[in-house]
């Protein structure tokens, strides 16, 4: 296996020092169960929230049979933040290591939605913290397990999901951790919640398969006694010794430990990321609360009123708390920590299927940029190549996470969410609206692409995934040009209505994009027919 994990320079650090250090804590993870989603799928995902200029790209990392290889364990944010370069171990591979599909940022580093052929599907992290006499019990060690490496071991590594948790705990147990991270985890048969607190402390629960989740940078596991030890929930040796240790151990009226209370202490909510946890069950679930209130413990799964779609899972994390008095676009507030912040550098919603041949069985519904302005495309595991833009890795790192390079797909995204959010109304409505109109149409046709491969995949597997391959590929470069032509039509836009003495017309004009100007004219001429 490749080295994914170079190191950034000094030039890049100093950036990293302004940008990436604070919104490390930023990201919002989200799940479906497979009896609370339409399509009787599991869907685990987060957004990927670092610095505006960090730039990621798309990955298919082949299967190998060849022994004695290693595996490089990266550095945290915190000791990039630091500048530091320590000399960290490698981690010995088994001789067979599967072939995955991922999203890292374009160093190699941080791949964080992450699928394999034995239809093992691993994301995070949801950067959390714990409180101060807790980490001085465990403290945090070099070298250990962290957002920036570990996704992309489990995958290589990992045959089921309970295996990916074990073999989440083996690191654990010999490294240490290096951070606070809330990962998922699943296959075709359950999926798995892991929240890690200190240098060694951790616990997995199974999630329930009809209820759904969505949270901000924070933990939410409480008590477990609705858990059974060994079969739906996992944990490090000394979960319940470590606090008992550092005197911050609590307990409910019946004698079982609150593992918030006892990690993350009494003042364990701050509305930046529990605000977040509200808003995912005012969309989903707006049976289940009020309003907003900072100290109330949200649970962390909930079944949704109605079942929920990949569309209602792309929209939620385009959310800017519509509909309440915290949506920053109606009160002017700039200090609103939305869903759908700008800092997005990719979102993914990881879709298990259950009755698919397993190396088939993950589609990773992923983007490029912030996922308001930009589009999900599917990546199915059975793939074994994706569009050169998309996966391209340059020769010379040196500070790429920062640069303007278009010859990378991901700065095309970019730049074209950077615009149309400069006026959400005015530049950024028609880019959405065509946006949301590709992934209707690529959401309603994809049943029958998967019948077609799956089809294929019994009598020729190479078949099935050259199929699968040339799907996703004609896919991207469809998108990398509607996007490059939307930035061109909407500059021309800004150019053409850049004039303080414009006459006002009163009429609700906006940019429309020319695909969708040519949609409408096709649909006109069906009806007429």
């Given amino acids: 296996m490749h080295n994914h994990f170079k190191r950034f320079s000094c030039i890049a650090l100093a950036l990293v020092l302004m940008l990436a250090c604070t919104s490390a804590f930023a990201c919002t993870g989200y799940y479906v169960g497979k009896d609370a989603s339409e399509n009787g799928t599991y869907i685990i995902g987060h ?134 991270n809330i990962f998922f985890v699943a296959d075709q048969n359950e999926a798995w919640y892991i929240e890690s607190y200190t240098g060694h402390q951790w616990c997995a629960v199974k999630m329930p398969d009809d209820c759904a989740a969505v949270f901000g940078n924070e933990f939410s596991l409480g008590t477990l006694e609705a858990y059974t030890e060994g079969e739906s929930l996992l944990h490090s040796d000394d979960l319940f010794t470590v606090p008992e240790t550092a005197g911050t151990a609590a307990y409910d009226e019946n004698g079982n430990m609150d593992l918030l209370l006892s990690y993350s202490g009494p003042d364990s909510f701050h509305d930046g990321a529990h605000m977040r946890t509200w808003y995912g069950h005012k969309l989903f679930a707006p049976s289940t609360v009020g309003d907003y209130n900072e100290t109330e413990r949200y649970d ?86 994706l569009s050169e833009m998309f996966s391209t890795t340059p020769d010379d790192l040196e500070g790429l996470n920062f640069r303007y390079d278009l010859g990378f797909a991901h700065t095309h995204f970019k730049r074209l969410c950077a615009l149309s959010e400069q006026n959400r109304s005015e530049y950024g409505r028609g880019v959405r609206e065509y946006w949301k109109s590709v992934e209707d149409e690529l959401i309603a046709n994809y049943p029958e692409v998967l019948k077609t491969a799956a089809d294929m995949y019994a009598e020729d597997p190479a078949a099935a995934a050259d199929y699968i391959t040339e799907y996703t590929i004609a896919n991207q470069d469809k998108a990398l040009a509607d996007c490059d032509t939307m930035f061109d039509e909407l500059m021309w836009y800004v150019i053409s209505n850049t004039n303080t003495m414009k006459y006002v017309t009163g009429e609700d004009e906006h940019y429309v994009p020319s695909m969708l100007e040519v949609e409408a004219d096709a649909e006109a001429d069906d009806a007429a027919a």
């Fill in 47 to 180: 957004t990927v929230n670092a610095s505006t200029t960090f730039q990621s790209k798309q990955v298919v990392v082949p299967h190998s049979d060849e022994p004695g290889r290693t595996f490089q364990i990266a550095m945290t944010i915190d000791q990039m933040f630091a500048g530091e370069n320590p000399e960290l171990p490698t981690i010995p591979l088994p001789d067979t290591t599967y072939k995955y599909t991922a999203t890292p940022f374009m160093d190699g580093n941080w791949a964080n939605a992450v699928a394999n052929e034995m239809g093992v599907t691993m994301t995070g992290a949801i950067t959390a913290s714990a409180c101060d006499p807790i980490m001085e019990a465990d403290p945090f060690t070099e070298g250990g397990a962290s957002e920036g490496w570990i996704c992309a071991y489990i995958a290589a590594v990992s045959a089921t999901a309970r295996e990916a948790v074990e073999n989440y705990g083996k690191v654990m147990a010999e490294y240490g951790g290096s951070e606070s």
């Fill in 300 to 385: 962390l799964f909930f079944k949704p009123d109605e079942k929920l779609s990949l569309s209602d899972v792309f929209e939620m994390t385009r959310s800017r708390y519509e509909g309440t008095e915290y949506d920053p676009d109606e009160n002017g507030r700039t200090d609103m920590r939305v869903i759908a912040i700008e800092r997005q550098v990719t979102c993914s919603a990881l879709e298990v299927y259950p009755d698919l041949p397993a190396e088939m069985a993950t589609t990773n519904w992923t983007t490029l940029a912030n996922a308001e302005h930009s589009v999900y495309l599917p990546i199915n595991t059975l793939t074994n190549s």
